[in-house]
């Protein structure tokens, strides 16, 4: 059981736009910054966002994060085949004195 | 360019203990925080312990705690992980990652990973 809560599975057509919810609590999101990743089948995640809506240099401005409360939201736009993937967020949790990861999100192109 | 390279992983049974070693390259290995990641066969991803560019801040998931231990060498430019009294349930593979976020924590780049196996 994930301290961070995601939905297993979201998909689209391509072109269209998915998003993607991290509920968690005043311990974890609430209070930090959350950063969101991607994992392509075989290969080692990458950051796509960090503090909650900052992109690294190199990823695409289809996606896109934000954060209210204890819930933040990463959106993907203009839905590609090479977005198929397994999506997770993070962050810190004040209580545990650790990292957190959600359970991860697939995400399927129609 | 910025790179981790996991290496030490294997098969080892229940009980027995394990090195991981990540070599780090194209950065300023002494200025960042440095983490350990794990994901188990067909899971998500796991946090297991992180430690600060002078090792003044450490800490560790409950799930390891008191049996992993995390180092680095800042000469050498690697971070380790001591694992000890290894279970079933510490199959996964490992991952180390850079914390680039001063203010909070993030985790990029990633390396390959390194494949632990317990099992008898």
């Known amino acids: 059981q994930s301290v961070l809560t995601q939905p297993p599975s979201v998909s689209a057509a391509p072109g269209q736009k998915v998003t993607i919810s991290c509920s968690g609590s005043s311990s974890n999101i609430g209070n930090n910054y959350v950063s969101w990743y991607q994992q392509l089948p075989g290969t080692a995640p990458k950051l796509l966002i960090y503090?909650?809506?900052k992109r690294p240099s190199g990823i695409p401005d289809r996606f896109s994060g934000s954060k209210s409360g204890t819930s933040a939201t990463l959106g993907i736009t203009g839905l590609q085949t090479g977005d198929e993937a397994d999506y997770y967020c993070?962050?810190?949790?004040?209580?545990?004195?650790?990292?957190?990861f959600g359970g991860g999100t697939k995400v399927t192109v129609l | 360019e910025v790179q981790l390279m996991e290496s030490g992983g294997g098969l080892v049974k229940p009980g027995g203990s394990l090195r991981l070693s990540c070599a780090a390259s194209g950065f300023s290995f002494s200025a960042y925080s440095m983490n350990w990641v794990r994901q188990a066969p067909g899971k998500g991803l796991e946090w297991v312990s992180s430690?600060?560019?002078?090792?003044?801040?450490?800490d560790y998931a409950d799930s390891v705690k008191g049996r992993f231990t995390i180092s680095r060498d800042n000469a050498k430019n690697t971070l380790y992980l001591q694992m000890n009294s290894l279970r079933a349930e510490d199959t996964a593979v490992y991952y180390c990652?850079?914390?680039?976020?001063?203010?909070?924590?993030?985790?990029?780049?990633w390396g390959q990973g390194t494949l632990v196996t317990v099992s008898s």
């Open positions: 503090e909650n809506n």
């Open positions: 993070g962050t810190w949790d004040n209580s545990l004195s650790g990292g957190v």
């Open positions: 430690i600060s560019s002078s090792t003044t801040y450490i």
């Open positions: 990652a850079r914390d680039p976020c001063s203010s909070t924590s993030c985790y990029s780049p």
